[in-house]
């Protein structure tokens, strides 16, 4: 993207439009936090990562892609991964290795009730919200351990963790032991790709059972993580509660609701910072 139209303006006047007209996870991820991301990327001089769309990667291994080595089959896929010579046709060993991720990365929409006025953390960090929702912590957690850096962001605001950041080693070797068991359960192996065609059935599955039975087991643990992991927040948008959008000229318009960016109360300066910010975690 040209760099002139990378402004704070574009970034919330499209906001406001997905918002209004078509307010889904994808789309914010494609239209905003890719762009964002490109030019980030592009900063440098010479580039030598991509950025992988995973959004719609099947949850299993196929005949042409294992992504055992960004993601757990028993859980999502990153929605973006940041990585070096990525390639989707990686069945062979040397295309396989030769993958290197830089990040992975994890969208959620401006009102997603997981992140809605809630924070990562409550320990010193001097306010009231409550923490992010328990299925976010579960989410993020195989894709930070696999990747070892992770981004996350609603649009509102990003933040980044680090695997790096933490220096509990008994911690970190309880998040491996999560991992790898919740690999045996899905099975994780070169060869085995073959989707049961019965999964999608309705009645609960022995391996789902099992797989709640270990976030449940660690999610204590999983969330002292988390936080320790965290690295920085940008907070682009400081507007708490749902940001609902009506710029319909046909309908009556609520003393709430957002019709222009001068409705939005947003920060220049950590727009600014926050490119500097996610470069330098990327690439330093």
Not at 24 to 32: A, K, Y
Request: proline share 3%.
């Amino acid at each position: 993207m040209n760099s002139d139209r990378l402004s704070i303006y574009w970034y919330l006047e499209k906001m406001i439009d997905l918002l209004e007209i078509s307010p889904l996870e994808n789309q914010f991820q494609d239209l905003i936090v890719y762009p964002v991301l490109d030019y980030i990327i592009h900063m440098n001089e010479i580039c030598e990562v991509d950025i992988v769309d995973c959004h719609n990667f099947r949850q299993f291994n196929t005949v042409r892609h294992d992504r055992r080595k960004y993601s757990v089959l028993v859980k999502a896929v990153p929605d973006l991964l940041i990585a070096k010579d990525f390639f989707y046709n990686n069945r062979e060993t040397r295309v396989f290795d030769a993958l290197r991720s830089i990040a992975s990365v994890e969208v959620k929409e401006p009102n997603n009730n997981w992140m809605l006025d809630k924070v990562v953390s409550t320990e010193n960090s001097g306010t009231s919200e409550p923490e992010y929702h328990d299925k976010l912590y579960l989410e993020i957690i195989p894709n930070l351990i696999k990747n070892r850096k992770l981004i996350l962001t609603n649009v509102r605001r990003w933040e980044i963790f680090s695997v790096d950041k933490v220096n509990d080693k008994d911690l970190v070797e309880e998040m491996l032991l999560y991992v790898k068991e919740l690999e045996l359960c899905g099975s994780d192996s070169a060869t085995d790709y073959k989707i049961d065609k019965e999964k999608e059935r309705k009645e609960e599955q022995p391996i789902d059972k099992t797989v709640r039975e270990l976030d449940e087991k660690y999610l204590p643990r999983i969330k002292e993580f988390i936080k320790k992991s965290h690295e920085k927040t940008w907070d682009i948008i400081k507007r708490p509660g749902v940001l609902s959008v009506n710029r319909n000229i046909y309908a009556e318009i609520n003393e709430s609701d957002i019709t222009s960016v001068s409705d939005i109360n947003y920060n220049l300066e950590i727009w600014y910072e926050l490119f500097e910010g996610l470069k330098s975690f990327l690439f330093d």
